[in-house]
Structure formats: C-alpha cells, structure tokens
C-alpha cells in the first residue's frame, strides 16, 4: 500500500508579524483637507513584497504622493467564472501625537506580546494579514477559489476623496466587475463564555451627513442690548439639536443581532430598553449603541473676532449619521430644530452600506473561523462609522467587514480605534492570517 502524501503546509502566519511592524512604521499620517505625509512609500512597499512572489500590481495617483494600489490576482487554478471579491485596504492612518503615547507611535515595539503603533489595527493589520496570506499561497502555488482584486486605498481617514472615491470615479472598471467585498471592521471576536465566541461581521454601516448651520444677525457694539445677535441664535439652535432624543428605530441588521445576543446569553431583551442588555456587552456596548438611532453631534463653532464686537454671521458645524433610509428624517428634524431664523447646509452626504447576512460568502467566513475555532459563531452588526465601501455605490458590490481577530475578552478592541496605545495582540494577528488563509479556499 502506498503512504498517502501528508497535505501541503500553510505556513501563512510566519512572517505577518514583520509586514505588520514594517507596515507601521512607514508614516502614512493623514491629517485631512488634503494634508498627508502621503502613502507612496507604503504603496511601493505592498508593491515589491507582491512583486517579489510574481504579482503584478499598478499604482494611481489621485494627487502627488496620494498613491492607491490595485492588483489582479488570479493565478492559474482559479475558477474564473465567478466574478471576482474585492479585498480592500487602506494605507493611510490618523495623526498621532507622540507625547501622549508609552511608545513611539512610529516604532512599531512589541511589548505585553502585542504590536504598539498608529495603525496597528486600523488598520495595518489586515493590511499585513493580507499579503502574508498570498505571499505564502502564491509560493506555494495554492490559487484562491475565485479571481481576488487587491486593493490599497489612499486617503481612507479624510473620507476617501482622494483615494477610493477617486478611483471609483476615474477608474471604475478596475472595481466594478467584483461582486463581493471586504474589508475592514468585523471579523473580530466577543467572548460569551469559554464555549462560545460570537464574531461580528460587519454588514451594514451608517450613512453620513456633515451640516453647517449659519446663523446671520445683526452686529454691533458689544455693550449695547441687540435682540438679534447670530450667536445667541445659534447657541440656541445648538442647544435643541445637541440635547434631543432621536427615536430608536432597530433596522433589519441590529434586530438580527439583538436576536443572536439573545440566543448567546440566554436572555430575552426588552426591546423598549435596548441599552440596558446592550451594557452587558462590555466595551463593545459604545460601538453597537451608536446605531439604534440617527445621530447628530455639534462638534465645531466659528463666531467673532473681538470680546467688544457683536458679530453679525456665525456658523457651526454638525455631525450626523443615519440609518439606512433615515436621510430624509435626519434633515428634515435638524431643520426643524433649528428653526426658520438658521440655514442649514450638507457639505457631506455619503451613502449608508448594506448587505444581507446570508449565501455562500456568510458561509465561508463561518467555515473559516471554525477551522481555527471550533467555537466560533458569526452574527452580523452595523457600524456607526464609515469605510471605503461608500464609494462603491451603483456598482451592486455586496461589501463585508470581515478582518478576523481573535481577541482576549479583556481587550478593549473598539477603543483602540484612533485611540492613543493603539496595539494589536500577535496572537490575534497570526489567528486572523490562518483564518483569512481558510476563507480564501470557499469565498
């Protein structure tokens, strides 16, 4: 009897923790209105690292230096009559200020076995979770399932205007055959019990909506009486729409995931008092919170130039998110918060995502996770927050956060984000290699 051959090894993790640490430490800071330090080095960077396995990538250039990455991998083995999935990055990070750090945010140091350093999960991780994965499959001549589009965006942390949102308009082809996506922000995981960790994929994410309202009066000396001065009818215009209670309203997504939190913990929520099961969720608890409703936050105020001076124009500046189809509501309430005395301008209007948690793709990441966690379990949630995936509109991409993490339940993983001591366990990064190595044999 002949010995049958041991399978191939997946040495797909070996090398994730270098790409991650060489990764941070290229300075890709994005300080927004245009302002970076650019992301060209790390586009050259992710350029010869697939080179250097024989894949051929293409850079554009939005702007000098504003550089985005785009590579066709389809090695032969591929079944090539599935339309291609995207998988998509960005390269770019928010600023970091070094003072308020234990480490150099640029140093990528290990310490407590995790990476330190801005980006170390927004995201650089997934970023050297992906080329570790294809590097290894590609040397080891192992073809994904179906043609992969790689993607690197630029200019993901100021909204995308010169990265994603740029190539999506000049150089649509290149995006607009894929029929499936992902991408950062799911994936990661929250411990129920030892028995039992729920891993949340991203499948939907609110829309954006950036307002300014301008309030106009009349100006003046500032020691006389004026019954129409702009900042007092802005302040109060402010005050309405800061202090009011939007209505919970649970889209199709949240009510899915409120049911697998039921079946998981074993309790039956009161859906009048949402937030009070949502608390025993831990930290997670800030990011799933923020999508049970609309949201509008005063963030900036510009008014006068002088303490004696009434000024006659003042303006401020609002944050808001809606739920899939809450646009409409969201303006229409700002408009009647602030009354008729104020204008109320959008200056950002993006497009909210969605998918439906369901087919072969849903399949395939709880296949995956399973491989490296027999007790896995994926359930699907909204972000509050935005990613790439808004640039894809009329393109009837299904987008997905799916960068698996295995986390430790004492890790306060949404925090992180943007955060200051923003880490990434290596535990948890080379979990998320072998995962993604997994998914990429059923996706």
Request: charged share 25%; proline share 5%; glycine share 8%.
């Given at each position: ?10 040495d797909v993790d070996s090398e994730v923790v270098d790409l991650c640490r060489e990764l941070i430490q290229i300075d890709t800071t994005n300080y927004g209105a245009g302002e970076s330090k650019g992301e060209r080095p790390a586009a050259e960077y992710v350029a010869a ?42 390269t770019d990070v928010v600023p970091a200020v070094a003072d308020d750090w234990q480490v150099d945010p640029f140093a990528a140091e290990v310490r407590d076995d995790m990476i330190w350093g801005r980006g170390a999960v927004d995201m650089k991780d997934f970023d050297a ?315």
């Amino acid at each position: 009897m002949t010995e049958a051959a041991a399978p191939a090894r997946r040495d797909v993790d070996s090398e994730v923790v270098d790409l991650c640490r060489e990764l941070i430490q290229i300075d890709t800071t994005n300080y927004g209105a245009g302002e970076s330090k650019g992301e060209r080095p790390a586009a050259e960077y992710v350029a010869a690292k697939l080179d250097e396995v024989g894949i051929e990538s293409q850079l554009f250039e939005s702007e000098p230096g504003r550089t985005t990455l785009v590579a066709h991998w389809e090695p032969e083995g591929v079944d090539r009559s599935v339309a291609p999935l995207m998988i998509h990055c960005h390269t770019d990070v928010v600023p970091a200020v070094a003072d308020d750090w234990q480490v150099d945010p640029f140093a990528a140091e290990v310490r407590d076995d995790m990476i330190w350093g801005r980006g170390a999960v927004d995201m650089k991780d997934f970023d050297a979770m992906l080329l570790s994965v294809v590097r290894s499959r590609q040397r080891e001549g192992r073809a994904p399932r179906r043609p992969v589009r790689l993607v690197f965006f630029a200019d993901e942390e100021a909204g995308g205007q010169l990265g994603s949102k740029w190539l999506a308009q000049h150089h649509r082809d290149l995006l607009a055959d894929c029929s499936d996506a992902i991408s950062e922000v799911g994936g990661f995981s929250l411990t129920v019990r030892d028995d039992l960790r729920l891993y949340l994929v991203q499948t939907a994410e609110k829309g954006l909506m950036w307002l300014k309202l301008i309030a106009e009066g009349r100006a003046g000396h500032g020691s006389m009486r004026n019954d129409e001065n702009a900042v007092t009818r802005l302040a109060a215009a402010i005050g309405r729409i800061g202090s009011h209670q939007w209505p919970q309203t649970l889209h199709p997504t949240q009510r899915a995931f409120l049911d697998e939190i039921e079946k998981a913990f074993e309790i039956e929520i009161n859906h009048d008092d949402v937030e009070a099961t949502l608390s025993r969720l831990g930290t997670i608890s800030r990011m799933v919170g923020a999508t049970m409703q609309n949201t509008v936050n005063p963030t900036v105020l510009r008014a006068g130039y002088k303490t004696n001076v009434i000024p006659g124009h003042a303006e401020a500046e609002l944050d808001g998110r809606f739920l899939p189809g809450g646009e409409e509501e969201l303006i229409a309430t700002v408009r009647e918060l602030a009354g008729p005395d104020i204008t109320v301008e959008a200056t950002v209007h993006e497009r909210a995502v969605e998918a439906e948690f369901a087919g072969s793709l849903v399949e395939a990441m709880q296949w995956s996770l399973e491989q490296e966690d027999p007790h896995a379990r994926t359930i699907p949630f909204m972000m509050s927050a935005g990613t790439d995936a808004k640039a894809f509109g009329g393109m009837d991409i299904n987008c997905f956060g799916f960068a698996p993490l295995q986390l430790p339940p004492e890790l306060d993983f949404t925090a992180l984000f943007h955060g200051v001591d923003e880490r990434v366990p290596i535990e948890s990064l080379k979990f998320g290699a072998r995962v993604l190595d997994h998914f990429l044999d059923k996706a």
